[in-house]
T-cell receptor, first 113, second 115 residues
């Protein structure tokens, strides 16, 4: 089966600019996650969708970050305006069952200068 | 508040020997634990998991041990191979009140298997 697709792979922007990331999960996976991984740290959950509804967005900085999952398939994560501390790898994952069912994409490496 | 901790940022092991990666957690609500492996420029890939009702799970060269009373788990790789060199993340899962479950990751341990 095809994996989780993410684009772009790399993005460099200046602070205060906006940026958007795209994720296409594995077909049939109802749950989609966006994680932020800062260098030297483990991935941190930003938002979790079940179909097109938000299950958990408690760690999403809502003043600048937004995410949507239209029609319960693809998802976009947006940052506006970006700050230097947003430099990280943004990982998308999807799952259908619990046990080891998380499949991650390759991530988008964002650098804010 | 780091609920999942991997206190060793790096580990170096000789090929053929055993690698032991450790992980501690603080939240007693975690009921499922997973190990992920990550190569540079790739997303984490699932390696092995264990339910909180078990104390050991084995899959080929990989074994995960869980000590619930100590809130500690470990990943054993034996024998270690050069291709095992990667960052290993410990993750713990808890059920969300709104449904589904949430993974909390540790900070990772960089394993280097030397020839």
């Amino acid at each position: 089966e095809a994996g989780v697709a993410q684009s772009p792979r790399y993005k460099i922007i200046e602070k205060r600019q906006s940026v958007a990331f795209w994720c296409n999960p594995i077909s049939g996976h109802a749950t989609l996650y966006w994680y932020q991984q800062i260098l030297g740290q483990g991935p941190k959950l930003l938002i979790q969708f079940q179909n097109n509804g938000v299950v958990d967005d408690s760690q999403l900085p809502k003043d600048r970050f937004s995410a949507e999952r239209l029609k319960g398939v693809d998802s976009t994560l947006k940052i506006q305006p970006a700050k230097l501390e947003d430099s990280a790898v943004y990982l998308c994952a999807s799952s259908s069952v619990r046990a080891g069912g998380y499949t991650f994409g390759s991530g988008t490496r964002l650098t804010v200068v | 508040d780091q609920q999942v901790k991997q206190n060793s940022p790096s580990l170096s092991v000789q090929e053929g020997r055993i690698s032991i990666l450790n992980c501690d957690y603080t939240n007693s609500m975690f009921d499922y634990f997973l190990w992920y492996k990550k190569y540079p420029a790739e997303g984490p890939t699932f390696l092995i998991s264990i339910s909180s009702i078990k104390d050991k799970n084995e899959d080929g060269r990989f074994t995960v041990f869980l000590n619930k009373s100590a809130k500690h788990l470990s990943l054993h790789i034996v024998p270690s191979q050069p291709g095992d060199s990667a960052v290993y993340f410990c993750a713990a899962s808890a059920v969300l009140t709104g449904g589904g479950n949430k993974l909390t990751f540790g900070t990772g341990t960089q394993l280097k298997v030397e020839l």
